[in-house]
């Protein structure tokens, strides 16, 4: 089945640690984007890729990075300057119209 | 500034009535799109219905149906015969400019749909 698929789905890790997240989409979808979601809170963009690499920031970016080697493929990693990483972390690819989510990674930080 | 912005942070109805939930938004751009989408309890992000600017007609989709008026910059959602599943976060978002640009998206409003 086509789709876009994150990895993992819970994560936890320590104060000071990179840890990165996977999303991969078998869509042939050119455009992918990764998004922060907070309790409460509406989604708000960190990064996203019209093309291969090639990526721009988004209204977050800072404590962010991404890279986009390849078209299925756009991984997030979180850094140790990201003031508060705790949160659920949506990757997301469009080709034309609508964007297709994938399932989410909760990302908690002890 | 808030590009979307979506007034009722919580909403209730019964079962089989409808609702509308709020949006408006802020744009100087003439080609723009606005989306709906559904967010269960589960987390993903579930598309409902899009209206791009220049559509002339209110867009349509089973139960749900957009009540587009450009001239106040509204995109309000409404929900027919509401049912229990309709319970989640609905979230309203704007596209401007072509389709490779990334969408803004409102803070959401929490539906509760009861028997």
């Known amino acids: 089945d086509g789709g876009i698929t994150q990895s993992p789905k819970y994560l936890f890790r320590k104060e000071g640690q990179n840890v990165t997240l996977s999303c991969e989409q078998n869509?042939?979808?050119?455009?992918m984007y990764w998004y922060r979601q907070d309790p409460g809170q509406g989604l708000r963009l960190i990064y996203y890729?019209?093309?291969?690499?090639?990526?721009q920031k988004g209204d977050i970016a800072e404590g962010y990075s991404v890279s986009r080697e390849k078209k299925e493929s756009f991984p997030l990693t979180v850094t140790s300057a990201q003031k508060n990483p705790t949160a659920f972390y949506l990757c997301?690819?469009?080709?034309?119209?609508?964007?297709?989510f994938g399932e989410g990674s909760r990302l908690t930080v002890l | 500034a808030q590009k979307i912005t979506q007034t009722q942070p919580g909403m209730f109805v019964q079962e089989k009535e409808a609702v509308t939930l709020d949006c408006t938004y802020d744009?100087?751009?003439?080609?723009?799109?606005l989306f709906w989408y559904k967010q269960p309890s589960s987390g993903e992000m579930i598309f409902l219905i899009y209206?791009?600017?220049?559509?002339?007609q209110n867009a349509t989709e089973g139960r749900y149906s957009l009540n587009f008026q450009k001239a106040r910059k509204s995109a309000n959602l409404v929900i027919s015969a509401s049912q229990l599943g309709d319970s989640a976060m609905y979230f309203c978002?704007?596209?401007?400019?072509?389709?490779?640009?990334?969408?803004?998206f409102g803070k959401g409003t929490s539906l509760l749909v009861t028997p």
């Open positions: 997301a690819s469009s080709i034309e119209r609508e964007l297709f």
């Open positions: 869509l042939n979808h050119d455009a």
């Open positions: 890729s019209q093309i291969v690499n090639d990526f």
């Open positions: 744009t100087s751009d003439q080609s723009y799109g």
């Open positions: 209206q791009g600017s220049y559509d002339e």
């Open positions: 978002a704007m596209r401007e400019g072509y389709s490779g640009y990334a969408l803004n």
